[in-house]
């Protein structure tokens, strides 16, 4: 585990005390789990795992599920869209969803928004497990085929709002100029990203520099997405 720990680390271009404080723990923890002396277990494992964008069960095995190797994403099941008043359970959470919505001026122009009048229930078991915190999470509808064969159109998504560091190949939701977008993000040199869709032949990859005008608001990590059958 102490290896996977500090690789991960790396590649995510944290030092050891800023991996604690998104963890939660000290600098002197995150060096004894990297040196072997101990391990992290319960609700630290979790978030460790969270940080550096793997799953729990990566860390203590080096391996995966089926799914998470065909995405390297967590999967969920037993989500539900739903709409009004209908109860919830006492081990389900409504999270809030994005959507894209014409402003005021009737311009044409489109801003990203949380609507509250629709929401995702989810098992408050699984996003304990995920290391999401319920009030940080979020969800959104995948509009288009850019990230095809990956995520298809209409395609549910969850976002972690608290997730902004980009960890190189992962999936993100952003605010584009009023657009709401899911793409792959990749660090670069002198505070630049890059921004890439899966359906890479049609839709190329773009650049831009992070905290432009132009350039994309991080709104979270997508930690998961709806695969239809």
Known sequence: MKVRIKQKRKEAG?????LAKQVGVTKGAISQWEQGATNPSGQNLYSLAKALGVSAEWLLS????????????????ETEIVDGDAPLGTDEVEIPYFREVEMAAGDGRTQVIENHGAYMRFSLPRLARAGVDPKQAACATVTGDSMEPAIFDGSPIGIDKSCHQIIDGKVYALDHGGMLRVKRLYRMPLGRMRVVSDNHIEYPEETYTIGDPDAPKIIGRVFWWETFA
Not at 14 to 18: F, G, I, M, N
Not at 62 to 77: M, N, T
Request: hydrophobic share 40%.
């Open 62 to 77: 080096g391996k995966s599920s089926k799914a998470a190797q065909i995405k390297d994403e967590l999967v969920f099941h």
């Open 14 to 18: 944290l030092s050891q005390e800023a």
